[in-house]
């Protein structure tokens, strides 16, 4: 289901109403199952919307999806925001939250008894974005109190606080899990386990980054070194820099290939065949085919048959260098 607000595009998953009707899978009064449904809809709404405005008014492009595990504002478009704005975007959803639960009870008083459904709302309303308000503050991410946490990390050294704020989460969910074992809380342990699942990857990724970002700026340089003709230079760069464990497939296939013409270009045919020989799934067998023809070219056949018996078993590689 799409939809706008203003010019705010909102999508909402079909896993959304599969969570919400399981929430509330032990009601047997259609009424209540559809009242629920729409609270838990319009308090997610309301929460991402918060996010949404905030940002906007930071010149964001904001773009809301609702699915199975609550509401994600996301950004198509928009200037870069600095540590404080961010904070503030991030807090935006739960203190909305906390307006329209405050409203729900202003008004409940306010009109005074108002039939069985009406208090089940207004009561409703107010518990759900108290709740999730105050959950989504915790120091743990992917909630809105972990990202303040990682922007203020980040703050702190200078880009930096991803990595400190993934362990600070996983410590939160340990507890988290430790507390649904003794209170028998089982939906608490499910999130503990999703949200554990999600920081182990979220480690996994910081720790890739930082690496395939040091073999890019290598790959940049050496690149250079080669257009100059300087082979040797390249080869010396790239060597210790491939030999770095961590790095995104795509970034090291590049980086063999790159290393490969160099070898090639200095004429270093032992070396060039131990490459080839122990990277071969990394390069495409039109490369290596190349690599056979000119070996024979220049005479050295055992090399060229080598090289032949490794074209024939290469398959397509992830990133292709092109001198």
Same mark, same amino acid.
């Given at each position: 289901?799409?939809?706008?607000?203003?010019?705010?595009?909102?999508?909402?998953?079909?896993?959304?109403?599969?969570?919400?009707?399981?929430?509330?899978?032990?009601?047997?009064?259609?009424r209540t199952?559809?009242?629920?449904?729409?609270?838990?809809?319009?308090?997610?709404?309301?929460?991402?919307?918060?996010?949404?405005?905030?940002?906007?008014?930071?010149?964001?492009?904001?773009?809301?999806?609702?699915?199975?595990?609550?509401?994600?504002?996301?950004?198509?478009?928009?200037?870069?925001?600095?540590?404080?704005?961010r904070i503030?975007?991030?807090?935006?959803?739960?203190?909305?939250?906390?307006?329209?639960?405050?409203?729900?009870?202003?008004?409940?008083?306010?009109?005074?008894?108002?039939?069985?459904? !009406?208090?089940? +709302?207004?009561?409703? =309303?107010?518990?759900?974005?108290? @709740?999730?308000?105050?959950?989504? %503050? &915790?120091?743990? $991410?992917?909630?809105?109190?972990?990202?303040?946490?990682?922007?203020?990390?980040?703050?702190?050294?200078?880009?930096?606080?991803?990595?400190?704020?993934?362990?600070?989460?996983?410590?939160?969910?340990?507890?988290?899990?430790?507390?649904?074992?003794?209170?028998?809380?089982?939906?608490?342990?499910?999130?503990?386990?999703?949200?554990?699942?999600?920081?182990?990857?979220?480690?996994?990724?910081?720790?890739?980054?930082?690496?395939?970002?040091?073999?890019?700026?290598?790959?940049?340089?050496?690149?250079?070194?080669?257009?100059?003709?300087?082979?040797?230079?390249?080869?010396?760069?790239?060597?210790?820099?491939?030999? !770095?464990?961590? +790095?995104?497939?795509? =970034?090291?296939?590049?980086?063999? @290939?790159?290393?490969?013409?160099? %070898? &090639?270009?200095? $004429?270093?045919?032992?070396?060039?065949?131990?490459?080839?020989?122990?990277?071969?799934?990394?390069?495409?067998?039109?490369?290596?085919?190349?690599?056979?023809r000119t070996?024979?070219?220049?005479?050295?056949?055992?090399?060229?048959?080598?090289?032949?018996?490794?074209?024939?078993?290469?398959?397509?590689?992830?990133?292709?260098?092109?001198?």
């Amino acid at each position: 289901m799409k939809f706008r607000l203003g010019t705010i595009p909102v999508r909402v998953h079909a896993p959304f109403f599969f969570l919400a009707l399981f929430m509330v899978s032990n009601q047997r009064d259609p009424r209540t199952i559809a009242l629920w449904v729409a609270i838990v809809f319009v308090s997610i709404l309301v929460h991402e919307l918060g996010h949404a405005l905030v940002g906007r008014s930071f010149g964001l492009t904001p773009q809301i999806d609702i699915h199975g595990m609550g509401g994600t504002t996301s950004w198509t478009s928009g200037p870069a925001v600095g540590y404080g704005r961010r904070i503030l975007i991030s807090l935006a959803g739960p203190f909305a939250g906390f307006l329209l639960g405050l409203v729900a009870i202003l008004v409940s008083r306010r009109i005074g008894e108002g039939g069985p459904y !009406a208090d089940y +709302a207004f009561r409703q =309303l107010w518990w759900v974005n108290l @709740q999730w308000g105050v959950f989504n %503050l &915790l120091p743990l $991410l992917p909630l809105d109190g972990g990202n303040v946490m990682k922007t203020t990390l980040d703050a702190l050294t200078k880009g930096r606080g991803e990595k400190p704020a993934r362990f600070v989460s996983l410590a939160f969910c340990a507890a988290m899990l430790a507390l649904a074992g003794w209170q028998r809380l089982w939906i608490l342990g499910v999130l503990a386990v999703i949200f554990g699942v999600s920081n182990v990857r979220g480690l996994r990724d910081v720790d890739r980054r930082r690496t395939d970002g040091a073999l890019a700026e290598v790959l940049e340089r050496a690149n250079e070194e080669i257009r100059r003709e300087a082979f040797d230079r390249a080869v010396t760069m790239l060597r210790p820099a491939l030999a !770095a464990p961590g +790095a995104s497939d795509e =970034l090291r296939s590049m980086g063999v @290939q790159m290393l490969a013409y160099a %070898l &090639l270009r200095e $004429l270093r045919w032992g070396e060039l065949v131990v490459v080839l020989e122990q990277e071969h799934g990394l390069f495409p067998q039109e490369e290596l085919s190349r690599y056979g023809r000119t070996a024979r070219e220049l005479g050295r056949t055992e090399d060229a048959a080598r090289i032949d018996v490794l074209a024939e078993r290469a398959g397509a590689p992830l990133g292709t260098f092109k001198a």
